[in-house]
């Protein structure tokens, strides 16, 4: 399997930034999709962005598009989720994930999951 370790917990006041960070402990293809998902107590998992295997094609959530950019580093095996402007309806574990070849906006499409990453944002 998979496996992924993210960065620690994120606390920053509203308006600040934040770089979340998610290293694959074992062997990862470079065929992998790579997205960021969230979610906050008593809501769905949702998706916020994803990033193709050549890293050059993104989607991302309307909620977040400006101020959150995705990156990788396919010789790290890692992807980079840079948060900015965050607000506090940004606070929400954020969960990395895998999947093969195509984007997707769908958890239920990704293979492997990081640990979780607590992010808050203060008023």
């Known amino acids: 399997q998979v496996q992924f370790v993210e960065s620690g917990v994120g606390l920053v006041q509203s308006g600040g930034s934040l770089r979340l960070s998610c290293a694959a402990s074992g062997r990862t293809s470079s065929n992998y999709v790579m997205g960021w998902f969230r979610q906050s107590p008593g809501k769905e998992r949702e998706f916020v962005v994803a990033?193709?295997?050549?890293?050059?094609?993104?989607i991302y959530a309307d909620s977040v598009k400006v101020r959150f950019t995705v990156s990788r580093d396919n010789a790290k095996n890692s992807v980079y989720l840079q948060m900015s402007s965050l607000k506090p309806e940004d606070t929400a574990v954020y969960y990395c994930?895998?999947?093969?070849?195509?984007?997707?906006?769908?958890?239920?499409?990704?293979?492997?999951w990081g640990q979780g990453t607590q992010v808050t944002v203060s008023s």
């Open positions: 990033i193709s295997p050549s890293g050059g094609t993104t």
């Open positions: 994930a895998v999947r093969p070849y195509y984007l997707s906006k769908r958890a239920s499409d990704y293979d492997y």
